[in-house]
């Protein structure tokens, strides 16, 4: 059974000025999900956090959380958190009492709050820290304390502005893994903001990818990667070989045939297309077959070139290559250091091909 939708974004524009930050969006965010905003500056991913906390009000369009219509709600009424870049920890506070904070304005009992701050602490391994000053913290003991501060009134939603921005990257990995656990942990909804794709994939149940106020795709990382719905998505999300593309003919089992830089393939689609069409072709470095033409070990239909440069990566080593018809791709091949036969070297003469069915095809706009 589906999870019902916490936050409903529909028809949601947002105007400053003449300029549109965002642009009729319509988006469902699951009860208990993570899910994240990825794109990059401007793009309008921001923007949503700051109308779903109520920082900002829509344009046009409805907002409703748990059901409920949530434009004219002010943000104090909203079961909405949010944990900024900053931060925004009180600096003339300890740790304990930046966590209270929020509880104090509400007038709990004071038995209560101390037990509530005490649990949360606990949670995100910072109880031995509950006196310290922000100042006398590291960044990411500081990020602990903010959400900390955002999860002890027990939100339905809990935003995340790029919170690791100002951190390491040894430090960012960890926090990642510890913030997806509190997740689970929690069952909170959390909407994450990033333009890091790694950041993205490697937290979110689905990714919503964003460029100019429009979401281009939503899905899991997974989909994302292997079945980028438009050129936008498939270039802002790891690297990519687009070639040019036209169809033939219909194989009996329903693959195209179709002329690519100028060598017949097969193309598995999951669009329908015309004889005649102009497509584009893109494929993931990892899904290239690259031979040295010494091997002849590569089976017709496949593309000839010549190696312009290797960089060695540890467990593969990416292969820049030239077409024959002078058409650049890029390659990862696994490194067998062990086997010298197959080492790839500048200069070196190559057939290329692809896995058959790991292509993805798009019409001539990229659409």
């Known amino acids: ?67 409920v219509s949530i434009g004219d709600t002010p943000p104090e009424k909203r079961q909405v958190n949010t944990v900024f870049q900053n931060y925004a920890l009180f600096p003339h506070m300890t740790v304990r009492d930046n966590v209270a904070f929020g509880l104090k304005m509400r007038r709990l009992p004071a038995d209560e709050i101390d037990r509530k701050v005490r649990e949360v602490l606990q949670r995100v391994q910072m109880e031995s820290m509950a006196m310290r000053m922000p100042s006398q913290l590291s960044g990411g003991q500081q990020q602990r304390v903010a959400i900390a501060r955002a999860i002890v009134n027990n939100p339905l939603v809990l935003l995340l502005d790029e919170p690791f921005s100002a951190l390491d990257a040894k430090l960012r990995k960890q926090l990642q893994l510890e913030i997806k656990m509190l997740q689970r942990q929690l069952g909170i909804t959390f909407v994450f903001v990033t333009h890091d794709q790694e950041e993205a994939f490697a937290m979110s149940d ?21 079945e980028p719905e438009n050129l936008f998505v498939a270039h802002f999300v790891g ?3 687009v070639l040019e593309g036209t169809i033939k003919s219909v194989r009996e089992d329903g693959a195209y045939m179709a002329d690519v830089e100028g060598v017949e393939f097969p193309l598995h689609s999951t669009r329908e297309h015309e004889i005649g ?91």
Request: charged content about 25%; aromatic content about 8%.
């Open 206 to 226: 689905r990714v919503v990818v964003m460029n100019e106020g429009a979401i281009k795709q939503v899905g899991s990382s997974q989909q994302i990667y292997e």
């Open 277 to 367: 069409e102009k497509v584009k072709v893109l494929l993931r470095p990892e899904d290239l077959i690259v031979y040295l033409e010494k091997e002849k070990a590569l089976n017709p239909p496949f593309f000839t070139g010549r190696i312009e440069h290797t960089v060695y990566k540890g467990a593969t080593v990416d292969i820049l290559l030239t077409l024959d018809n002078g058409k650049a791709l890029q390659a990862a091949e696994f490194f067998n250091e062990d086997d010298e036969d197959i080492t790839y070297r500048e200069g070196d003469r190559v057939t290329v091909s692809w896995i058959e069915g790991w292509e993805v095809v798009l019409d001539e706009e990229g659409e």
């Open 1 to 67: 059974m589906e999870k019902s939708p916490i936050i409903e974004l529909r028809g949601v524009s947002k105007f400053y000025g003449d300029t549109a930050a965002l642009h009729n969006v319509n988006l469902e965010i699951a009860n208990g999900e993570f899910l994240t905003l990825l794109g990059p500056s401007g793009c309008g991913k921001t923007t949503i956090l700051r109308l779903i906390s109520g920082l900002e009000k829509p344009s046009q369009g409805e907002l409703l959380l748990n059901g």
């Open 239 to 241: 690297e990519i070989n």
